[in-house]
């Protein structure tokens, strides 16, 4: 059955345009609540959000939601999505709420859910809560209406957490840290945990002011992070997206590092230490082919899923794999997280860094990728060009110049209204040409 309000990653939207308005953060609240009504208990939600303005509005929304059909509320304020869904479990909750539209500019927001095992919902879950959505939810007797209460220590606790994650015998002492949090949710926490752990700390992107997240900083923009690093003088530069579960790194030349590269640094060291599960790791279709040699040369192999983080981490849990992630910086460390967590994911990077003895730009760049090229087009919400003959003849077409030199690889994003357009080959040229003319017949048919 098809989902009618979850994307690949929760609900997400334009704020105050359906889907996302403050009415249906109420309903979602009641539906999300009635489904986890089980059991005799004295049922709990723990809520998080990042900086967004919006932030508010849904919040309150969501808490008369679940208030009004008996849980009761843990407000954690400006918190990690990683953060979120450990306090979910640590804190016997039932359910746990990220409203967050991640990397996203500030006028979406969107609303993530966990289980009470941490993990974000199954199809099956999301699909009950969206029949309930469009029914009437059962309210609670007056007596039994849920509370609401703000829980003022939940940063240390993330915070002790995560730094429980950097192995014992290492301290961050002789490195200095560029930090960007994209105005985020780890505005304060991120650079917190790395100063405790000794580092030295720069800390930009951390002035949320509900209108900047992600704007010219955090992961998804990364030349100021750049900038910064070189100017400074640091070691490394380390930025974080409006959520925080997703990681981008700059080594001490100011030369960006990938989610791929990354991948293959933490696979490397866990290897070495007999740690890595499954002889390999996994990453998505747009990890570049370059990953995928690098890893078989180590006699370590790659197994490849759709996009989106929590495709990756199924794939992970059913063969027995703890490390995978996305190009795009979600990294998932199972033996720590059961979602991306990029300050956690960090704090690997640097103990790998601290291990090695050497400069950034040595230690992180573990292989050649070949030339890849991504481009997203944007277009009108509702709009379907992939659905157009003039771009499928477009796109059968590069196919086959690409065939056995490359590949191409066009979707449409589950989180906004764009289409991805990336090709991957030998010729760097050939692959530019490949990925413009895709572009211009999208941008024709959008």
């Known amino acids: 059955m098809a989902r009618k309000y979850f994307g690949t990653d929760g609900i997400r939207g334009l704020t105050n345009i359906a889907p996302m308005t403050a009415e249906m953060a109420m309903k979602v609240g009641m539906a999300a609540g009635a489904h986890f009504l089980r059991g ?14 919006s932030g508010y509005m849904l919040e309150s929304a969501m808490v008369a939601g679940f208030t009004s059909v008996g849980m009761d509320v843990v407000l954690l304020g400006p918190m990690p999505t990683p953060a979120v869904a450990m306090l979910t479990t640590s804190m016997r909750a039932d359910i746990g709420v990220m409203i967050s539209a991640s990397h996203n500019p500030f006028a979406d927001n969107g609303i993530k859910l966990f289980g009470p095992d941490g993990y974000k919902l199954s199809d099956a879950d999301e699909l009950a809560i969206e029949a309930l959505l469009d029914s009437e939810v059962k309210l609670a007797p007056a007596a039994e209406i849920g509370r609401a209460r703000r829980v003022d220590d939940a940063q240390g606790r993330y915070i002790h957490f995560a730094k429980s994650t950097f192995p014992s015998d290492l301290r961050l002492d002789g490195l200095k840290i560029v930090i960007d949090c994209a105005n985020g949710a780890a505005y304060r926490v991120a650079p917190s945990a790395l100063w405790e752990l000794g580092a030295e700390i720069v800390a930009i992107g951390v002035t949320p002011n509900g209108r900047n997240i ?15 690093v ?10 974080l997206d409006g959520d925080a579960d997703r990681l981008i790194v700059v080594d001490e030349t100011g030369a960006v590092v990938d989610g791929d590269q990354l991948m293959a640094t933490i696979a490397a060291g866990w290897a070495r230490a007999g740690r890595l599960q499954g002889g390999g790791l996994v990453a998505t279709v747009m990890s570049n082919l370059g990953l995928e040699r690098h890893l078989s040369a180590q006699g370590l192999g790659l197994v490849r899923t759709g996009v989106g983080d929590r495709y990756v981490l199924e794939k992970m849990r059913s063969s027995g794999y703890n490390v995978g992630g996305e190009q795009s910086g979600h990294i998932i460390l199972s ?12 704090l690997q990077i640097l103990a790998e860094l601290k291990r090695a003895g050497a400069p950034a730009s040595e230690v992180l760049h573990r292989f050649e990728p070949l030339p890849q090229l991504l481009k997203n087009v944007r277009f009108e919400r509702g709009a379907k060009p992939l659905d157009k003959d003039a771009v499928k ?3 059968a077409e590069a196919e086959a110049e690409l065939d056995g030199k490359g590949r191409v690889l066009i979707r449409a994003s589950g989180t906004e209204p764009v289409i991805r357009v990336m090709a991957e080959g030998d010729d760097d040229a050939q692959v530019t040409r490949v990925v413009d003319r895709i572009c211009d017949a999208v941008r024709a048919a959008a």
């Open 393 to 395: 003849a477009v796109i």
């Open 335 to 346: 033996d720590y997280a059961t979602t991306g967590d990029g300050l956690v994911a960090a």
């Open 40 to 53: 005799g208990h004295r049922h709990r939600v723990v809520i998080g959000k990042d900086t967004r303005l």
């Open 214 to 228: 992600n704007d010219q900083v955090g992961s998804t923009a990364p030349q100021t992070l750049s900038e910064t």
């Open 230 to 239: 070189v100017a400074s003088g640091a070691d490394i530069g380390i930025a």
